[in-house]
Structures are given as structure tokens and as C-alpha cells.
């Protein structure tokens, strides 16, 4: 069964401390692995797609990293307002569709 | 999220009513998506629609939920007999057809409609 499990569920930093999400996947072939932002009372914010084993996409205090099981999202230096729920979705091979399987999220707080 | 429009916000029901959830894609997008999100928990897939065609509904419910996609108007997701179980937040995602992008194009989604049935 294809399957996306994301450490630790939820992950209290102080500012300036960074640290490392992760995201491994069991899945029968991947197209694409993606990384959400979500806010309380929002929809999830798109923020990196991955496609191959030694990518890594960079966007201001965050990068995404990728390997044959899994990924990491990495917080340098976090500030308060990088507190969001962080959510990991794949992106089958054989699916033809835009259809994304995801993990339940890490839930960051970072205190000033 | 700017773009997928979803309404209401919030939804209150009573159980054995019925809800209905609305969903307008973005600008030039035709493929609408629904999900499902249960307190701390992950989004779960229900279904996927394009214009009058229901492709893949997988994780549907078999009894009590619908949706439709008509050519004119929003996607809108239907909840009969609503239960206590049901209460979520219910996202709606929307991607251009295939094969006007590329395949590992994102999917946008709106705010949700979060759904109490009382």
C-alpha cells in the first residue's frame, strides 16, 4: 500500500534553533514529491515539488531534500512566523492525474 | 490559495441534514479535486472531477456522498443525512487539464469549508 508517514508530529523550536522534518514514503513508483505550508484555518500552500533522488529546492530559511525513501525539509535559523503546520504529498507514477497522497504533517512552533 | 474559491467557510448542520459544499477552480484550471481533513490528521483524497465526468472517486464513501462537476457552475460536494462523523474541514484543489502543463505541475487549493454537525 502506498504509504507517506512525517517525524516528528509536532516540533517546538526556539528562533534562530534550526532542525529537520522528515518524510518517508512507500510507494509503487514516485512522479513527485511535494511540500505544503499550512496555517491554522487555511488551505495548504504550495512551497516545493522534488522530482529525482539528490534534488534539493531552496526558498528562504527552508530547503527540501530528497532521497530514494524520503525527504527532508530543513528550518535554518526559524523565525515566529515559520509556525505552520508542514505537510509532505506524493505524486504516483502509474497515476495519470494530479492526485496527491499525503502524510498527517508536522506541526512547528517556534518561540521568540 | 488565491484563486479556488470555496463557500461557506463554515457550515453548521444538524445530523440528518444535508450539506453542500461549494467549489469554484481557478481561472483556466478544469480538473476539480476534493479532500478530506479530519482533526490532526493528514488530508484523505475523496474524489476527482472534471467538467460532467467523475474519474476517480476512490475515496468516496460509498453511501451518503456525492459530487458533481457540472459545465457550468462550481463543483459542489453533497452530504445527505449528515452525521457527527462527518465534521471536518473539506478542501477543494483544482489543476489544469494534463496536458496544457507540466506533469508535476502543483495542485492550488482553496481555504475549506469546515463542516459541524450538531
Known amino acids: 500500500e502506498d504509504q507517506v508517514t512525517q517525524s516528528p508530529e509536532a516540533l517546538r523550536l526556539q528562533e534562530g534553533e534550526s532542525s529537520s522534518l522528515n518524510c518517508s514514503y512507500t510507494?509503487?513508483?514516485?512522479?513527485?514529491l511535494f511540500w505544503y505550508r499550512q496555517d491554522p484555518g487555511k488551505g495548504p500552500e504550495f512551497l516545493f515539488t522534488?522530482?529525482?533522488a539528490g534534488e534539493e529546492k531552496e526558498k528562504e530559511r527552508l530547503k527540501a531534500t530528497l532521497t530514494k525513501k524520503e525527504s527532508f525539509l530543513h528550518i535554518t535559523a526559524p523565525k515566529p512566523e515559520d509556525s505552520a503546520t508542514y505537510l509532505c504529498a506524493v505524486r504516483l507514477l502509474m497515476d495519470s492525474s494530479y492526485k496527491l497522497i499525503f502524510g498527517s504533517g508536522t506541526r512547528l512552533l517556534v518561540r521568540p | 490559495n488565491a484563486g479556488v474559491m470555496q463557500n461557506p467557510r463554515h457550515l453548521v448542520r444538524r445530523r440528518g441534514q444535508e450539506a453542500r459544499l461549494r467549489c469554484s477552480p481557478m481561472?483556466?484550471?478544469?480538473?476539480v479535486y476534493w479532500y478530506r481533513q479530519l482533526p490532526e490528521e493528514g488530508l484523505k483524497f475523496m474524489v476527482y472531477l472534471q467538467k460532467e465526468n467523475i474519474i476517480d472517486e476512490s475515496g468516496m464513501p460509498k453511501e451518503r456522498f456525492s459530487a458533481e462537476f457540472p459545465k457550468e457552475g462550481p463543483s459542489i460536494l453533497r452530504i445527505q443525512q449528515v452525521v457527527r462523523g462527518d465534521s471536518a474541514a473539506y478542501f477543494c484543489a483544482s489543476s489544469p487539464a494534463e496536458e496544457k502543463t507540466g506533469r508535476n505541475s502543483p495542485l492550488h487549493f482553496g481555504n475549506g469549508t469546515r463542516l459541524t454537525v450538531t
Open positions: 510507494v509503487s513508483g514516485l512522479r513527485g
Open positions: 481561472k483556466g484550471h478544469s480538473h
Open positions: 522534488l522530482y529525482s
